[in-house]
Structures are given as structure tokens and as C-alpha cells.
């Protein structure tokens, strides 16, 4: 950083400090994609800082973003790991299904998905999942007619296809997500199917995780936090 400051006849603390404000700004972007640009206001949440160095910019994205609140595990750097560690065991299946309303065959689509669970159930069981602790939940790729996004909307279980109502409790479904991801809905345009997804999770004991209190400004605030949260 020193040799490039002297190229650039800049100071080396304040160089450094820009790349920091760069990648600061960058981060900041990432967040406000994954959440102004979907409807969701960043400053009414708390900013999570994890990873080696996250902790180490979250104040600054922070303060960026206007969000008031940071929360630090207790050990950042591994917190990925732990999360992985007490995550379950998933397998996700999708088969495409391409049907307008006016043509769809819930039989046909409830047939589908039955096979899928199938398959799910028997990946965990290849994994050792014991079979009172797996569980399948399954879902649908819906859109309206003409449009190029889909949008997945969750199915009780792998029977509702066949039952009685389905395509208007499925409707109403999809219109109240694209209200609420896109501020608006057309219920009456027509629906099309385009993708069945079936999601296996399988679960393991948990270890409790230690608790720790940490030292805020205050001398006795709480900063540490229970790494299953």
C-alpha cells in the first residue's frame, strides 16, 4: 500500500483508508440490492457482522445504511461453520412443469410430487437421517401469463394438487406474494405452473451453545450472542 501511495504521491494512511471506504460502499450496494430494491427498508433491522473481518466493517456499512443496531457473535470467524454444523441436512429436487390453469391436472401434479418426497426421503435415508427426523415441504413456481420471473409459492403438502379449491387457494397465494414483493397484483390475469420444487430436510440434536456477556460502552452491555440465534 506504501509503494503505490508513493506512486500516486498520496498518503499511505489515507490511500488505505479509501480502498476501505470502496469496498465499505460496495458492501452497502450488495445489502441495498438484496433489500431496498425488493421493498424492504434496511434501517428497520439489525446489521449481523460475521466472518474474519466483518466486524471490522459493519459500523460503517452501518452507518451507511442508517441501521442503528450491530450485532457481533461472540466468534465471528467461525460462526459459518457453527451454522453449518447445526444446520439440517437438506436435498432440493425440482422437475419442471410447464401447465396454464385452464389445462392443469392436479392429480397429475399432485402424482409429481409424491414421486419427488419420495426421492427426498430416500437421499436422507442414504445419509442416516433417522426417519422420525425427516421431513419433506414442497412447493410451486407459479407466474402470470407473459411474464418472464416466477415466483415459488409453498403447497401444504404433496396431496393439496388433487383437492377441491386448489387453483384459487393457490391464486390467492401467489397474488399476496407478488403484492408483497412487487407492491401490486392482477388476480384476475391468469396463472401458469412452471417448476415443482420438493425440499428434504433431515435434523440432528443440537449442541446448546455457551452464552457470553461482552463489554459495550455502557461496562455492562450485552454484545455477546448465542451463536444459534
Not at 2 to 7: D, I, S
Not at 57 to 69: C, T, V, W, Y
Not at 143 to 159: F, K, N, S, V
Request: hydrophobic share 40%.
Amino acid at each position: 500500500m506504501a509503494e503505490l501511495a508513493g506512486r500516486l504521491r498520496l498518503d499511505p494512511l489515507e490511500l488505505a483508508e479509501g480502498v476501505c471506504a470502496v469496498a465499505n460502499a460496495k458492501m452497502a450496494q450488495a445489502i441495498r440490492t438484496l433489500t431496498v430494491e425488493h421493498g424492504v427498508e434496511p434501517r428497520e433491522f439489525a446489521l449481523v457482522a460475521f466472518g474474519g473481518a466483518g466486524p471490522m466493517h459493519a459500523a460503517f456499512i452501518a452507518r451507511e445504511l442508517g441501521i442503528s443496531e450491530v450485532v457481533v457473535p461472540r466468534f465471528p470467524g467461525a460462526f459459518s461453520a457453527w451454522g453449518m454444523l447445526e444446520a439440517d441436512v437438506r436435498r432440493d429436487l425440482t422437475d419442471p412443469y410447464f401447465r396454464p390453469r385452464d389445462v392443469l391436472d392436479g392429480g397429475d401434479m399432485s402424482q409429481r410430487l409424491v414421486a419427488l418426497e419420495r426421492e427426498a426421503l430416500d437421499a436422507l435415508d442414504a445419509q442416516g437421517v433417522p426417519e422420525e427426523r425427516r421431513r419433506v415441504e414442497h412447493a410451486v413456481d407459479m407466474r402470470y401469463e407473459g411474464q418472464d420471473y416466477t415466483l415459488t409459492i409453498p403447497l401444504r403438502d404433496a396431496t393439496e394438487p388433487a383437492q377441491a379449491g386448489f387453483l384459487e387457494c393457490v391464486a390467492a397465494r401467489y397474488a399476496e406474494a407478488h403484492t408483497s414483493r412487487y407492491g401490486h397484483a392482477t388476480p384476475e390475469a391468469p396463472v401458469e405452473f412452471v417448476m415443482l420444487r420438493s425440499t428434504g430436510f433431515g435434523s440432528f440434536p443440537r449442541t446448546a451453545a455457551p452464552r457470553g456477556r461482552g463489554r459495550g460502552a455502557s461496562g455492562d452491555r450485552r454484545t455477546g450472542c448465542d451463536l444459534r440465534r
